[in-house]
C-alpha cells in the first residue's frame, strides 16, 4: 500500500528553483532515502511533505488522503497530517525526562492509555533505564531514539527523518542507524530518510530516490541505484566511477582498456562508459596507464591512473605493492554489467 504519495511538487524562492516536478512514493513499512548534495532541494522536498512549507505547484496524498493539492487549493496543516518528525538536532525538551518527551505528542486518550503507550515505546527502544534522565543526561544514540520514540508515539502511518544522524559521533552512526532502521521496520511505519551520505542511504533503505539541483534523477533499490545507474550524475554520485571512452560499433564497445557486450537500446556512434574502480586491475598485456597519484588507505592502496586517451580510472590494490608517481601499469577492465552513456566523458553530466 502506498503511504506517501507525492506528485508534481514544485517550489521556487524568488528566482530560485528549489524543487521541481518531484514525484515520490512511499509504500507501508519502507524507508525511503531521499540523497543528494548539499542544497539540491532534498530538505525542501521533506517540509514539503510534512508541511512546514508549501508547494508551488502539485499535491501529496498519505494515506490516500489528499493533504495538499495546489490546483483545488486544499491544505492540510502538519500537525493534521499524521507524520512524525525527527529533526537533525532532535529538537528534545530540556525541561522534561524521557518518560515526558515521547509522552509529550499523546493527545486526546486516556492516562492510562498514554502510560502504557510511553511503556511500550520505552521497551522498543531500549530506554526504559533512562525514563527519568533528562536529556542532557544522555548520549547522542539515546537522545536519537527518544526522538524516534517521541515522533512514534502518536502512531503516525509516515515518519520524516531529516538527516537525523549528522550530530552522531562518527563510530557511532553506523549502529544508531541500524538501530533506527530495525526499529521502523518492526513496527511497520513508512519513512523518508533525509542523506548525503552515500554510505547511509545504501545500508539503511529500501530505495533510493536521488536529487539534484531540485529534480529527482532516479528512484530504486540500492541495487539499482547503484548498478544501473539512469545518468551520469547518478553514476558517480553513487560509489566511485570514471568514465573512458567508447565507440558502439555493431553488437560491441571498443574502448582502450578492453572490448565488451553493448547495453540494449544504445545507438552506434560515441559513448562514455562507466568504470568502477573495483572493475579494474593490473595485468599483463593490458593498457599501459601513468600512475598520477596514489592514496594508502590502510587495507589497500588507491591509485589514480592516466590512460593514452587523457582518461583517468582509479584501481584498487589490495596485494603489497607499491607503484611511485610516474609508474607505468598495464590495466585492464572487467565488466559483468556495461553501462554506457551517449557522449565523450568529457561532457558535463
Not at 504519495?5 to 524507508?31: F, H, M, N, P
Amino acid at each position: 500500500m502506498v503511504v506517501i504519495d507525492a506528485k508534481g511538487i514544485s517550489k521556487r524562492y524568488d528566482q530560485t528553483i528549489a524543487v521541481k516536478g518531484c514525484d515520490l512514493q512511499v509504500a507501508s513499512g519502507e524507508i525511503l532515502a531521499l540523497l543528494g548534495p548539499s542544497g539540491s532541494g532534498k530538505t525542501t522536498l521533506l517540509r514539503l511533505i510534512a508541511g512546514f512549507e508549501r508547494p508551488d505547484e502539485g499535491r501529496v496524498l498519505i494515506s490516500d488522503r489528499v493533504v495538499v493539492d495546489v490546483a483545488s487549493s486544499v491544505w492540510v496543516s502538519t500537525e493534521d497530517r499524521g507524520v512524525g518528525m525527527v529533526f537533525q538536532d532532535y529538537a528534545l525538551f530540556p525541561h522534561l525526562t524521557v518518560a515526558d518527551n515521547v509522552r509529550f505528542g499523546l493527545h486526546n486518550t486516556s492516562r492510562k492509555d498514554r502510560q502504557r503507550r510511553v511503556n511500550e515505546l520505552l521497551e522498543l527502544t531500549d530506554l526504559v533505564p533512562f525514563a527519568n534522565r533528562y536529556p542532557h543526561e544522555l548520549s547522542g544514540g539515546q537522545q536519537q531514539r527518544v526522538a524516534l520514540a517521541r515522533a512514534l508515539a502518536p502512531r503516525p502511518r509516515v515518519v520524516l527523518l531529516d538527516e537525523p544522524f549528522n550530530g552522531l559521533d562518527p563510530e557511532l552512526r553506523p549502529v544508531v542507524r541500524r538501530e533506527v532502521a530495525q526499529i521502523l521496520r518492526r513496527l511497520g511505519t513508512a519513512a523518508i530518510l533525509v542523506t548525503h551520505d552515500e554510505e547511509e542511504a545504501l545500508g539503511v533503505a529500501d530505495k533510493v530516490a536521488l536529487i539534484r539541483n531540485g529534480e529527482v534523477q532516479q528512484v530504486g533499490t540500492p541495487e539499482d541505484i547503484y548498478y544501473r545507474p539512469a545518468t551520469p550524475f547518478v553514476a558517480s554520485f553513487i560509489g566511485q566511477a570514471d568514465f573512458v571512452p567508447g565507440v558502439i560499433s555493431g553488437q560491441e564497445v571498443h574502448t582502450e582498456i578492453g572490448v565488451f557486450p553493448c547495453p540494449p537500446n544504445m545507438s552506434p556512434g560515441p559513448v562514455k562508459v562507466m568504470i568502477r574502480h573495483e572493475a579494474v586491475s593490473s595485468k599483463p598485456g593490458g593498457t599501459m596507464a601513468t600512475v598520477e597519484e596514489r592514496e594508502f588507505l590502510g587495507g589497500e592502496i588507491l591509485y589514480r591512473l592516466r590512460l593514452p586517451s587523457g582518461a583517468t580510472i582509479h584501481l584498487e590494490q589490495r596485494a603489497p605493492v607499491t607503484w611511485p608517481v610516474g609508474h607505468q601499469v598495464p590495466v585492464e577492465a572487467s565488466l559483468s554489467n556495461v553501462i554506457a552513456f551517449p557522449g565523450s566523458p568529457n561532457e558535463k553530466s
